[in-house]
């Protein structure tokens, strides 16, 4: 089912699996079209099998990440070791890197070991700038309406930036480790004008639990207390969606 809200084109698809297939199509028709594309990527668990799909259309010879320019991802938490079974950097390679015949040099992903995190986050939009901006970026949403680590506040965050997750994000994360406090309390995030920078958005979505948020994001008012419904500014959006989450939609 695909409807039209706007700027944003919401597709609702019956089941988890045949959502992570569209999506990854849809992934492969921007590198088939433009194989020296800049891909934007994300974390989480809505992602994994939209990756999963994307490796396997690349050992089958479908696709071929070889030609492209670059990729950098969302965020990553506040201070962590990329060998941390828990970090974004250690996800990526687990998920989707080390199963795709992608060039690791032109991987970007924010440094949560960084000395100096602000000089990170500066030196991250400065990689962003060089590559010439992001071509496709991958969006989840957090229950609390955060995309990439922008969470609700009094007003937009523009550019990466260091931010204080919120007790409702760290709970929400909790599953992931031990316990809530071995949660990072902070992390390296792109800012709302750097992701409204891409030229294209696919957000994806899954489960019942998501499905208030997200028809907030898309049918309800632009507040940055919902960071997600800023994205009804941008002029190309796609959201892919199970029909759990989209069922208010």
């Known amino acids: 089912m695909k409807k039209t809200y706007g700027n944003i084109t919401v597709c609702i698809y019956e089941t988890y699996d045949e959502m992570s297939e569209h999506a990854a199509a849809f992934f492969a028709d921007e590198i088939k079209r433009a194989p020296g594309s800049v891909l934007g990527f994300a974390t989480g668990s809505t992602p994994v099998g939209m990756y999963r799909a994307l490796a396997g259309m690349n050992k089958q010879g479908e696709i071929d990440f070889s030609r492209v320019r670059a990729t950098f991802n969302l965020d990553e938490y506040y201070p962590i070791n990329k060998t941390d079974a828990q970090s974004y950097y250690y996800f990526m390679a687990d998920n989707l890197f080390d199963h795709i015949n992608i060039d690791r040099s032109v991987i970007h992903i924010p440094n949560g070991q960084a000395a100096d995190p602000a000089a990170e986050a500066k030196s991250y939009e400065q990689q ?47 599953r992931f480790f031990d316990s809530p406090e071995a949660v990072p309390k902070q992390a390296l995030t792109m800012g709302i004008k750097t992701i409204m920078s891409a030229k294209k958005i696919l957000l994806v979505c899954a489960s019942e639990s998501k ?17 997600a419904s800023i994205l009804k500014l941008h002029a190309d959006v796609t959201v892919m969606t199970d029909a759990a989450a989209g069922k208010y939609l």
């Open 211 to 227: 499905a208030g948020i997200l028809r907030d994001a898309v049918t309800g008012d632009i507040t940055p207390k919902l960071p």
């Open 128 to 174: 962003i700038a060089a590559a010439g901006g992001i071509d496709l970026q991958l969006l989840g949403i957090g229950a609390n309406g955060h995309i990439g680590f922008n969470e609700p506040g009094e007003c937009f965050i523009s550019d990466t930036h260091v931010v204080t997750l919120t007790p409702s994000t760290i709970d929400a994360n909790s």
